[in-house]
T-cell receptor, first 112, second 116 residues
Framework: GQQVMQIPQYQHVQEGEDFTTYCNSS?????IQWYKQRPGGHPVFLIQ?????EVKKQKRLTFQFGEAKKNSSLHITATQTTDVGTYFC????????????FGKGTHLIIQP | NAGVMQNPRHLVRRRGQEARLRCSPM?????VYWYRQLPEEGLKFMVY????????ESGMPKERFSAEFPKEGPSILRIQQVVRGDSAAYFC??????????????FGDGTRLSIL
């Protein structure tokens, strides 16, 4: 089945620094979704990208979908302690009756 | 609370026992998905159901695992004769229709299953 590779697995940053996580696929994705999971919590939907080259912003978060629809990134500007958690990308194959395929996630650890 | 409801939050079973995990989707949602998450790992898709129908169970282990979503009541994920390797967090998600139709999935709080 489809696989999405997500890097890095862990990212330590000082509070106030920027953070980026990358999601890559060997095949073209119909869409990509991003989720955040706090420690001990459940995944919470952040955004969905559908169009080639799409860029969406949510306050300090910027999401991009590559031109070839094979990669995506999430960038956080000036991290805050509330940003701590694991960020997952997930792809839906589109047209198929199956669930999402999740990357392994990037654990964001923020040092005050 | 109109969100996805899962119970129990924590479940402890001994090897060989049965585990039943329940999920009530969000109001108005007719599609239910079950995922399993091991520590420090992403979520692995298990099964996708609509009312009274299993649509895709390609992620379900071939033995001991079953799922249902009856006409009335919650969706049930059943694990028979549990083994230590079944210890994980099991998340249920729901959507108003299939996710390829650009609908996000809403997750419940999960059931943390521990096998002694």
């Amino acid at each position: 089945g489809q696989q999405v590779m997500q890097i890095p697995q862990y990212q330590h940053v000082q509070e106030g620094e920027d953070f980026t996580t990358y999601c890559n696929s060997s095949t073209t994705l119909s869409n990509i979704q991003w989720y955040k999971q706090r420690p001990g919590g459940h995944p919470v939907f952040l955004i969905q990208l559908v169009k080639s080259g799409e860029v969406k912003k949510q306050k300090r978060l910027t999401f991009q979908f590559g031109e070839a629809k094979k990669n995506s990134s999430l960038h956080i500007t000036a991290t805050q302690t509330t940003d701590v958690g694991t960020y997952f990308c997930a792809e839906g194959t589109g047209g198929g009756a199956d669930g999402l395929t999740f990357g392994k996630g990037t654990h964001l650890i923020i040092q005050p | 609370n109109a969100g996805v409801m899962q119970n129990p939050r924590h479940l402890v079973r001994r090897r060989g026992q049965e585990a039943r995990l329940r999920c009530s989707p969000m109001k108005g949602h007719s599609h239910v998905y079950w995922y399993r998450q091991l520590p420090e790992e992403g979520l692995k898709f298990m099964v996708y159901l609509q009312k009274e129908n299993i649509i895709d169970e390609s992620g379900m282990p071939k033995e001991r695992f079953s799922a249902e979503f009856p006409k009335e009541g919650p969706s049930i994920l059943r694990i028979q004769q549990v083994v230590r390797g079944d210890s994980a967090a099991y998340f249920c998600a729901s959507s108003p229709r299939q996710s390829y139709s650009n609908q996000p999935q809403h997750f419940g709080d999960g059931t943390r299953l521990s096998i002694l």
